[in-house]
C-alpha cells in the first residue's frame, strides 16, 4: 500500500492510500479526488486523468509509453512532467508519491 499526495492548483492536498496494483487514477476516484475525470475508465483513450508528477517522483514512475504521449496531445498545458494517472500503477515503491491536478483537464 502507497499513500499518495493529490496537490490541487489552490495549494490544497488530498492524501489517499492505495493498494499495490491499482493505478494512481483508481486510487484518485476511489477517494473523489476533484479535478480527476477519468472519463474513459483508465483505457488510455483520453487525457482527463492527467497530472504532473513531483521531480523528485519522475525517475520512479517511469517514461511514458508512446500511447501515452498520443494521448497527451488532447491535454493542456503539457510539461515534460506530465503524466496519464491511468498509466503509472501503485507499488511499495511509490509510497508518498506526488502529484499536481492542473488546473484544468479539458
Not at 476511489?30 to 525517475?59: F, K, L, Q, S
Request: proline share 3%; with cysteine.
Amino acid at each position: 500500500m502507497a499513500k499518495i499526495t493529490f496537490m490541487q492548483p489552490d495549494g490544497t492536498k488530498q492524501v489517499v492510500e492505495a493498494e499495490n496494483g491499482l493505478t494512481v487514477m483508481e486510487a484518485a476516484k476511489m477517494n473523489d479526488v476533484p479535478g480527476i475525470e477519468a472519463e474513459c475508465g483508465g483505457a488510455c483513450a483520453c487525457a482527463t486523468c492527467h497530472v504532473y508528477v513531483d521531480e523528485a517522483w519522475r525517475e520512479k514512475v517511469g517514461k511514458r509509453e508512446s500511447m501515452e504521449d498520443d494521448m497527451l496531445d488532447f491535454a493542456f498545458n503539457v510539461r515534460e512532467e506530465s503524466r496519464l494517472c491511468c498509466q503509472i500503477t501503485v507499488s511499495d515503491d511509490l509510497d508518498g508519491l506526488i502529484v499536481r491536478v492542473p488546473e484544468k483537464q479539458f
